[in-house]
């Protein structure tokens, strides 16, 4: 690289930087100026320029002045005293230690550098255009993102305020099932089942198999269960071969059939049939030990009692009334279901991404007062306060006042936990359902989460879990039948005992239901007029019924004749 420069021999030294002058004027600048005067007259020479002139207009086709090449090399930098009105190499210069404010009438730079150092160092007094465009879609962009923000706050304010829906939805969720009820449906059905039962601890077993058909037309006052057993082991096979059992209704009589061992139907009084079954119960030593005794005690105990005494008043009413409107009675006990919820003190609170609604239930005040918001928003429906009459057979004021009381003179307890809802923040899905109860004088809780298509149900106390059982449904449909598939699964915890538990249960229905399925019970038998011998027969029959007849005749006491009077004292 040559030191020295044509026309001027300034020695090169970089470390020097020239004073910036009181009104410069950049190499570009004064290209750009000397085109211009050069066009006017070619002849006339360059004169200082004193002020920055505005940017001269684009220049015509006919100047033919090319493009700014790319970045020069090292030689050509040190050409810096050679001016070339169609080439113009830009400089490079080093302005970090230039005081750029040092002159008061200095113009502002722009000191943007285009890639390839196509513009060079440039100097404008305005603002370009490229950045006011760029402008406009960051100002969208930011109105969008605000617009997006307040319209999610508006919507988690809106929801998170209104707990009644996330109520309404947990209530709709537990009625779902019954959603396709229909009055025909209810009426009458027909089909059969399969049934199978499975728990097991270290010490115990119990497996129950069972298959069976069903039959109902509540207008003819007829339902009929047949069970055929074809498995039972309790700690060891107890069946040689299927047990079948028949429990039918008919009227205002119950008949039993137990074909293995008697030829013909047993009958009794159903709103009769608690004592009846106290009076066989009587005959055996420790009942309470045979599975059969357990399970009827529990279903009376639950209810079953009170059901048989005014299962006359019932089924004749229904009986008569063949049009009762099921669903608008469902829908309505639903609506009143969500209004006694409401009814309570309700608080809300967030935990996370989740929204907690806590219905205050612990007071006896408050569950009385659920339970007559509950009555009244009942009888308030008129449709379906109605349907309730009809099967009663009472009047509308006297039933709504019976309803009452009940709700005044039932025995209340505080309650130590609360209702608890968690749903998602932004939609009222169920995360999980807390609902508090009483078992004896221990407080308890169960807690519902949906699982798949079904739910997992944990039952706790105030220390531990007591159980936690998975279940789930699953519907299927032909053009002749629905199939609806149960199954439960889980664990039972019981002081140092854990016993698994499985449970499942097929239910096939005929879309068309057979009314063909009810037996003839014309040489059927009065409880009340067997005798000894009837008693003994039967017996004997039952105990050479392989290991169940050795359990049977282990328990069994003898026989005895029923006396009419105790059998219709209601205990």
């Not at 009625?175 to 115990?204: A, D, M, P, V």
């Not at 008949?255 to 005959?283: A, G, P």
């Not at 809802?421 to 109860?437: C, D, E, G, Y």
Request: hydrophobic share 35%; proline share 5%; no cysteine.
């Amino acid at each position: 690289m040559n030191n020295e420069i044509q026309n001027n021999q300034v020695s090169e030294d970089t470390s020097i930087i020239p004073a910036t002058p009181t009104d410069y004027v950049l190499p570009k600048d004064q290209q750009m100026m000397t085109q211009k005067i050069q066009t006017v007259n070619p002849d006339t020479p360059v004169q200082p320029v004193q002020d920055i002139p505005a940017p001269p207009p684009a220049p015509s086709v006919e100047q033919n002045i090319p493009a700014p090449p790319s970045a020069p090399s090292t030689d050509e930098q040190n050409a810096v005293g050679t001016i070339n009105t169609t080439t113009v190499a830009p400089p490079t210069m080093d302005l970090s230690h230039v005081d750029l404010n040092a002159n008061a009438n200095a113009q502002s730079l722009d000191l943007t550098m285009q890639s390839g150092a196509k513009e060079g160092l440039t100097m404008t007094g305005k603002t370009k255009p490229k950045k006011k465009a760029k402008l406009v879609p960051i100002i969208v962009i930011v109105i969008l993102v605000l617009g997006l923000i307040g319209g999610g706050i508006y919507f988690y304010m809106s929801q998170f305020k209104t707990y009644e829906k996330r109520i309404d939805a947990v209530v709709d969720k537990a009625f779902s099932s019954l959603n396709n009820t229909t009055n025909y449906k209810i009426n009458s059905g027909s089909g059969n089942y399969t049934f199978s039962y499975n728990s097991s601890t270290n010490e115990e077993q119990l497996i129950i198999e069972t298959k069976g058909k069903y039959a109902y037309d509540l207008p003819s006052k007829q339902v009929n269960l047949i069970s055929n057993f074809t498995r039972y082991n309790n700690n060891q096979e107890l069946l040689p071969s299927e047990l079948n059992t028949e429990v039918y209704l008919k009227n205002n009589d119950a008949y039993l059939l137990l074909s293995n061992f008697n030829d013909n139907y047993v009958y009794t009084e159903v709103n009769n049939s608690y004592n009846t079954i106290k009076d066989v119960e009587s005959r055996f030593n420790d009942p309470e030990e045979l599975l059969v005794f357990k399970v009827t005690n529990t279903l009376f105990d639950s209810g079953l009692d009170e059901l048989s005494k005014n299962y006359d008043t019932y089924i004749t009413n229904i009986s008569k009334n063949e049009n009762v409107d099921y669903k608008t009675l469902i829908n309505g006990i639903k609506a009143a279901t969500k209004s006694a919820l409401k009814s309570a003190p309700i608080t809300q609170s967030l935990e996370g991404t989740t929204n907690v609604v806590t219905i205050d239930v612990k007071s006896v005040n408050t569950q009385k007062k659920m339970g007559k918001t509950f009555i009244e928003t009942l009888h308030n429906n008129k449709k379906a306060f109605e349907q309730l009459v009809i099967i009663t057979g009472i009047e509308d004021d006297k039933l709504y006042k019976q309803y009452l009381d009940n709700i005044e003179n039932k025995e209340y307890k505080e309650l130590k936990n609360n209702i608890i809802i968690k749903s998602n923040m932004f939609k009222s899905t169920l995360i999980s359902l807390v609902i508090p109860f009483n078992f004896g004088d221990e407080a308890r809780t169960i807690v519902v989460t949906p699982v798949g298509t079904g739910y997992k149900f944990v039952v706790k106390n105030s220390s531990k879990e007591l159980a936690n059982i998975k279940y789930s449904k699953a519907t299927s449909k032909t053009s002749t039948t629905e199939t609806k598939t149960y199954k439960a699964e889980g664990i039972i915890y019981n002081e140092s005992t854990v016993t698994n538990l499985t449970i499942d249960l097929e239910v096939v229905k005929d879309v068309n239901p057979n009314k063909d399925n009810f037996p003839i019970t014309k040489d059927s038998v009065d409880y009340k007029v067997l005798t000894v011998d009837n008693y003994n027969a039967t017996a004997a029959k039952i105990e050479a019924f392989g290991n169940l007849g050795v359990l049977f005749k282990s328990h069994y006491k003898g026989a005895q004749t029923p006396i009419e009077g105790e059998l219709n004292e209601v205990p």
